[in-house]
Nanobody
Framework: QVQLEESGGGFVQAGDSLRLSCAAS????????MGWFRQAPGKEREFVAS????????SYADSVKGRFVISIDNYNNIAYLQMYSLKPEDTAVYYC????????????WGQGTQVTVSS
């Protein structure tokens, strides 16, 4: 059974940086892409960034473009989200997910990691 586990969240000041990790486990883990999403209190979960398994293509939400960088260690099955210049509006629970095929929706959601940015 595939599991994704996020880590690296915390409480930081505006302007600080954090790196989130998403470790995948499971004997037969496969994916064509990994993604990061976030959900702030009272809001719907939103897309943050994604990366193809080979690392060739990335995509970012406009709100994080230029501040966040997604990367992947596909040997160890770990996806990262490096976050720079954090803002209070980045406060949310961050989740990672995988896509097993381009025509399949995101799945295998992790439990999330809390990021809190104070002003």
């Amino acid at each position: 059974q595939v599991q994704l586990e996020e880590s690296g969240g915390g409480f930081v000041q505006a302007g600080d940086s954090l790196r989130l990790s998403c470790a995948a486990s499971g004997r037969t883990f496969t994916a064509v892409a990994m993604g990061w999403f976030r959900q702030a209190p009272g809001k719907e979960r939103e897309f943050v960034a994604s990366i193809t398994w080979g690392g060739r293509h990335t995509s970012y939400a406009d709100s994080v473009k230029g501040r966040f960088v997604i990367s992947i260690d596909n040997y160890n099955n770990i996806a990262y989200l490096q976050m720079y210049s954090l803002k209070p509006e980045d406060t949310a629970v961050y989740y990672c997910a995988r896509r097993v095929a381009s025509y399949v929706d995101w799945g295998s959601w992790g439990q999330g990691t809390q990021v809190t940015v104070s002003s």
